[in-house]
């Protein structure tokens, strides 16, 4: 649910739309046992594309070559005269002994290896006169992708209903879990050891070990290149993390008249998580190939509980109408305790705990939110053909200050059924018809705690000549944040045709965001990196269509299709600034007619190709040469720095979509479904290092079409290599890393099989069915990097669309088997 009107129920719960899960109970009927076992194996959908390993060794030798020769060398000139990041290795110098194909690493191949994947669930649910219900137990174990990650998971579930008198009933819910698992150290940069980076910066012309099978590294040679053996990073760095999470939810509902229902429930959700670090002293950071051994400790304790209280009146009169009315009050709250810890002085890496270290850093405090809400909806129906609804919601949040805490947040929806109507009897063809419209306004507070206040913190001084702790701020006052207000109106038209074969949904919506919450980057010279603030306004609209047909419904052989497509716009309309620009992220900004988190870079007009081109342009360095990169003057002052930054794409698709296929003929079915994305792109933010072009990292394999010579200027997209950054030639914040994030992707094969019951009768069985399924078979794109929707973001808005090596989406192949007893 998205429009307005049906969120509005849930307040600031549902300012970015609702999901609603219903978990399994217990059903009319003789009691029932089901188990499932489902058994896959996982592996890297797409390998990126490198430079082969003769392939790398010109372009290591070109683009050191060209650095020495830009400080006044010549590119002759022997290693004994160069610079130490000018050196080239002698075997270099022959690039032909290395083979295209088959010679050297892969270190994808190094990194990444195929995981099992297996799921155990047995359930068993019933009903008696009074009494229903449902237990389910479950484990999950995956063996990760990525060397030295794997994770488990156990799972129990209750749900009980009771029906005491006539009037009375109540129900108890229970879920358990516990996971554990090591997660590797795959996203981040190589200087800061990230295992994905490493691997695809490394050197494919050298082994993975020596040959007393130690790891191989040329991290400290003038020669090679300083990046970790990412063997050394995964065996090395240990991150451990387990966490237990109980939840419960019980309630009671009375009957206090014929149609008058008040309920009561209170559910508790408790939750212990907890991360251990490690980092051995055989490892360093930055330019340091070893350092001292460290080790960090993280426990989150986490209380959430909700109470809600609502009475609920359904009446129908007069033999065409019908009401249904509802009135509640809600209390929520959240506490988190967070301990932590980090040690450094490990006399051994043997032992990785903090005991066996010295204690250097910690902290220990609470982080508290609650919510306190006032709701009210009634809805209306005549001759089940006009409908009404009304909604009403009041939020108080402890996230603002004490005179922006309450908001407000109504709605109304109202909907006609055209094919009841007489005059539409003629139109056999049609089955349902109903158009609809919707306005409200829902409110979103998802800011961290205590925003609004000025927070203090711990930091160490030098007083006397000692060292001192002493209490420092660390985020800036904000009294004045309130309520992110989005105002959505919405209309839309439902259709069913020919038997209810050929079915339609639109919608049209428009939503006005005020007020929007951000975190804003901040000016160094304030002292602080960052504030959340109300930004300003920000448009939404849309049109989103879904079909649903039954092609064939008739006979042994059935196809159903499904298909949803999305066109969305933003547009930022106004900012709360005496600039027309926020910068959200270190490529994104917000500013006034784009969408929100644009990307705001030098945008490279292509490369130089003569002398007499580069004195016709405007300024970017005096020594720039042929074989550099031609920015854009967008400024028109005639130089190019970083001012000259434009506008030049967004995050956001032109449209999205979805398409699903189920064949089915007798007992085999088979369901495919395809999505995709249309018109957005990526900042490959991974690029800066394998893609700079700097002669040192490997690179991405489009590297090879670089400029080269004016005889051999390449496909024009990227500038020669260099070891230099003069001409912005790998600077972060150009064009050069943005890329169509466009896809296809063939999100899911699956081929099932369900027994006939003459056959499970036999086996004294209720039920039986196998399967086979593959997701994420095949994407299709143009994206370089391991999957178009990867964001190092993850949810933050601001940075949505930038992709530094996220762990990469797996395909996976699964086999299973469904019994019910």
Known sequence: MKDASATAIYGSRGSNGVIIITTKR?????PTISFEHSTGVQELARKMKLLTPRQYAEFVAEGRDNAWVFAGGKATDPNSVRSTATQVKPEFRNPSQFADEGYGTDWQDVIFRKGMVQN????ASGTSKDVSYYVSGGFFNQKGII??????????????????????????SFSGAHSYGDFARAEGHLQYRGLISAALASDPTIPVYNADGTPYSEFSSPTGIPVENPVVIAAEFSDKRNNTNVFTNNYLQFELAPGLILKTSVGVNYSNNVTRLWKSSKVGLATSRTGAATAGSTEI??????NENTINYRHKFGGKHDIDALAGYTIQKNSDEILQAGATGFSTDYVPFLAAGTVSTGTNYISEWAIMSWLARLNYTYAGKYLLTATIRQDGSSRFGLKNRWGTFPSISAAYRLSDEPFMKSASFISDLKIRASYGISGNNLIPNYATQGLLGVARTVSNGQIVSGIVPTSLANDQLTWEQSVQSNVGMDLSLFQNRLS?????????KKNLLLNVTLPSASGFGSSVQNIGEVENKGI???????NIGKGPFQ???DFNISWNRNKVLALNSDAARIVTSDYQVAQVGYAISSFRLLNILGVFQTQEEISKSP???PRVQPGDFKYQDADGNGTINTSDKTIVGNPWPKFTWGLGNRFTYKNFALSVSLNGTYGNQVYFQGGEVNLNGAGVQNQLAAMADRWKSPDNPGAGLYSRAIRNDYAFGFSAGTTKYLFDGSFTRIRDVNLSYTFPTTVVSKLNLQALSVYADVTNLYTFTKYPGYDPEGSTGGDNLAKSGVDFFSYPNPRTYTVGLRVTF
């Open 559 to 561: 196809w159903n299709t």
């Open 504 to 512: 339609f949904t639109v919608d049209a919506y428009q939503a006005y």
């Open 26 to 30: 217990g059903k009319l009927g003789k």
């Open 301 to 306: 304790k986490s209380l959430n509980w909700l």
């Open 544 to 550: 989103e269509l879904t079909v649903n047909s039954q």
């Open 147 to 172: 060397i030295g990650s794997d994770f488990s998971k156990f799972t129990l579930r209750t749900n009980i209903d009771a029906q005491l008198t006539s009037r009375l009933k109540i129900g108890a």
């Open 619 to 621: 300024i970017q360095n």
């Open 120 to 123: 155990y669930q047995l359930s």
